[in-house]
């Protein structure tokens, strides 16, 4: 059963930092892209950060560029986002997910391209 867990959310204040963690676990995804998207309230699901299966290649979503940052140790199936100089504005339930097909070039940022999903875990940035 493949399954991807998310941890490190929580409660913190404006400018303070988090890392998520999304821990892999039934299939080895070291060959597949993955993403962080995050969802607000009355919002739809929107693709932060992307990272190859190589990790060669990176993507952002404008508004969190030069403070979160996405990597992966491909050896603990792990993919990582550190979020530093939080805003409130980035409060949001964060799900992290793997790419449908392997070996991609490029970094997909639509929600339809991929096809394992964590249950997602809850960043709130207080002002």
């Known amino acids: 059963q493949v399954q991807l867990v998310e941890s490190g959310g929580g409660l913190v204040q404006a400018g303070g930092s988090l890392r998520l963690s999304c821990a892999a676990s039934g299939r080895t995804f070291s060959s597949y892209a993955m993403v962080w998207f995050r969802q607000a309230p009355g919002k739809e699901r929107e693709c932060v950060a992307a990272?190859?299966?190589?990790?060669?290649?990176?993507y952002y979503v404008d508004s969190v560029k030069g403070r979160f940052t996405i990597s992966r140790d491909s050896a603990k199936n792990t993919v990582y986002l550190q979020m530093n100089s939080l805003k409130p504005e980035d409060t949001a339930v964060y799900y992290c997910?793997?790419?449908?097909?392997?070996?991609?070039?490029?970094?997909?940022?639509?929600?339809?391209?991929?096809?394992?999903w964590g249950q997602g875990t809850q960043v709130t940035v207080s002002s």
């Open positions: 997910a793997a790419d449908l097909n392997g070996l991609r070039v490029g970094v997909p940022i639509t929600k339809y391209e991929y096809g394992y």
């Open positions: 990272i190859s299966w190589s990790g060669g290649r990176k």
